[in-house]
């Protein structure tokens, strides 16, 4: 069975500044999706970046960037230039590429907080 | 509001009622899931159906815990004689098997409180 580790409950960054959030899973498959999602306080998840495990170039959307080591099994997410509205619960989650769309597999989490 | 919709947010029960939670998921999606997200944890996967059929249920649904999607349109999740052991957030997504990388879209939870 697949698992997601996210080693860090909780992070805190500087307005302005960069964060790095990491994600380790295992999985024996070759072909699969991981996501971050963010869980704003007493609101619903939403999607913030995807990686499919078939690229090799780290996606990449506006302030929201991913490292992705398929070797290694390491799915790290980079937030440049924090905003206070950064602060939520982040989760990694893994989804296997097969046949339609399969139930997403998440880690416990890790709770950014932004200082003004 | 066409996203993902719960219904109630929360929910406070004596030990040994049933409760039904109702999702109604963004309309023309075909797969509709259900997960459980306790406090401090990760959701965790309990059911899912391609249209009215379910497709597979994980051994955290319990024999008191039956979901349905009779018109493959909205779900109801119920538990029978809920125990305190039950209180988590119950998490409803929907996708559609058409769309690329087919994202899960989740509505705002049913928050569920066993006394």
């Known amino acids: ?116 | 509001d066409t996203g993902v919709s719960q219904d109630p947010r929360h929910k406070i029960t004596k030990r040994g009622q049933n409760v039904t939670f109702r999702c109604d998921p963004i309309s023309e999606h075909n797969r509709l899931y259900w997960y459980r997200q306790t406090l401090g944890q990760g959701p965790e996967f309990l059911t899912y159906f391609q249209n009215e059929a379910q497709l597979e249920k994980s051994r955290l649904l319990s024999d008191r815990f039956s979901a349905e999607r009779p018109k493959g349109s909205f779900s109801t999740l119920e538990i029978q004689r809920t125990e305190q052991g039950d209180s988590a957030m119950y998490l409803c997504a929907s996708s559609s098997v058409a769309e690329g990388l087919r994202e899960q879209f989740f509505g705002p939870g049913t928050r569920l409180t066993v006394l």
């Open chain 1, 1 to 116: 069975a697949q698992t997601v580790t996210q080693s860090q409950p909780e992070m805190s960054v500087q307005e302005a500044e960069t964060v790095t959030l990491s994600c380790t899973y295992d999985t024996s498959e070759s072909d699969y999706y991981l996501f971050w999602y963010k869980q704003p306080p007493s609101r619903q998840m939403i999607l913030v970046i995807r990686q499919e495990a078939y690229k090799q170039q780290n996606a990449t959307e506006n302030r929201f960037s991913v490292n992705f080591q398929k070797a290694a099994k390491s799915f790290s997410l980079k937030i440049s230039d924090s905003q206070l509205g950064d602060a939520a619960m982040y989760f990694c989650a893994y989804r296997t590429q097969n046949s339609g769309n399969t139930p997403l597999v998440f880690g416990k989490g890790t709770r950014l907080s932004v200082i003004a």
